[in-house]
């Protein structure tokens, strides 16, 4: 099993910046992708970014292509998501994933709120 623990979420102007970190415990050399997904309220959940652990390859969801970075610390079993340019349609709860050859785990979320 697989435990995440996200943080870094908040409330921040449109045009700023937040870094959301994941830390993840348990059976962690199982992981083959982390990613971040988001949920806005009356929406579907939907992917945002990921990158595999061994290669550190990365895909991102159009509407966040060239604002976010998704990047990871395989020493600290923690994957982060830099968020620049935030925008209002931003705002939504990030919820952090964690796959491997015997399913994928969840992280409890945590808000991210881009509002004037």
């Known amino acids: 099993q697989v435990q995440l623990v996200e943080s870094g979420g908040g409330l921040v102007q449109p045009g700023g910046s937040l870094r959301l970190s994941c830390a993840a415990s348990?059976?962690?050399?199982?992981?083959?992708?982390m990613a971040w997904y988001r949920q806005a309220p009356g929406k579907q959940r939907e992917l945002v970014a990921r990158?595999?652990?061994?290669?550190?390859?990365?895909n991102y969801g159009d509407s966040v292509n060239g604002r976010f970075t998704i990047s990871r610390d395989n020493a600290k079993n923690t994957v982060y998501l830099q968020m620049n340019s935030l925008k209002p349609e931003d705002t939504a709860v990030y919820y952090c994933?964690?796959?491997?050859?015997?399913?994928?785990?969840w992280g409890q979320g945590t808000q991210v709120t881009v509002s004037s």
């Open positions: 990158i595999t652990t061994s290669a550190g390859t990365t």
């Open positions: 994933a964690a796959s491997s050859i015997v399913g994928v785990s």
């Open positions: 348990g059976s962690t050399s199982s992981i083959n992708i």
